[in-house]
Each structure stands twice: as C-alpha cells, then as structure tokens.
C-alpha cells in the first residue's frame, strides 16, 4: 500500500500539539486541512490513550473556517444538524450527508463527461478547445473539494485561468473573423 493510500497519522500529545509521524515535525490544524484538500485522508489519535480524535478535529476545522466568515455549511443545515442530535430516533442524517458528498464526487467527472456527448455544437470550428477550457475551468473551481486528486493548486489554477482567458480572446479573434 502507497504512503497516500493509508491514512496520515497524526499524534496528539498531552500538551495538545499534534505529531505528524510521516514527516516528523508538529503540524497545525490548517495543515491538517492544507492534507485532506489535497486527498490525503488523516486519523488523528491521542498518544497516550489511543482514542480515535478525528472526528473531533475535522469539526473544529469547520468551526474555525465558520468563525472566520467563511460560510462552510448554511445556517439551515446546521440547525438541521443540531435537530439531528436533539431527536430520539435513529438519525438519517449522518448517512444522508455521506451519500450526498458521494453523489457530489462522483457527479463532478460526469459533468465534464456530459458536456462532450451527444453535443451538436461539437461540429462548430474551436469546439474541442472550448470543451478543453471548460475541463479546465471545473477543475480549477473544484479545486479542494473532497474526492480531488492531490496537485490541484491555486497555483495550477491561476496559471489554467490565463491559458483559458488567452484561448478565449483567440477564438473571439476567430469568431470575429468569421463574421466580419
């Protein structure tokens, strides 16, 4: 098994600093987050215990992201979520959630996919770099998104966006030339 195929381990010591055993040095949970965009997948267990922390760490990933403004989940959901453990029946929701995330990941290949069959504007001149550019364009605004191979930067991203908007003006000049 491939060092990315097995989940990262990260140790929690007593004094709470987390231990990434892969690279030996002490991570933050931003880097924790930097691991996961990336497709790694990460268990977190306290050194001394052995409890399993993940899950509780992944939560407070999102707290500090809702914290700071950055909308991660509508308030409805979260009160939805909060509903959810409050009820004394078995929850749907946790499975709910799974399902969705998968559907979402496996829906992001198929858009691009979708978009190139049965498509009549195929036979229009520049079509194929059109369809290259919006492949392009998913990828960079999925980018982070769980279920995204790892290497997707916004770096990738920012050099893919120039290259689409400098095809873009070339097959205006074109579209242009034609009409004109």
Known sequence: MSDTAKPLLIKRYASRRLYNTETSDYV????IAGFIRAGRE???VDLKS???LTRQYLLQIIAE????GENVLPLDVLTDLVRSYTSQAQSVVPQFLAMSFEMLRDGQSKIVENMARANPMAAMPGFE???RQQQAFM?????GWPGIPAGTSAKNGDDDLDEIKK?????QQKLNKMNG
């Open 129 to 131: 770099e059109m369809q």
């Open 50 to 52: 052995g409890d399993d």
């Open 65 to 68: 992201h809702e914290s700071r």
């Open 139 to 143: 990828k960079t605004m999925m980018a």
């Open 167 to 171: 095809q873009l003006a070339e097959l």
């Open 42 to 44: 990460v268990q977190i």
């Open 28 to 31: 933050t949970l931003e880097d």
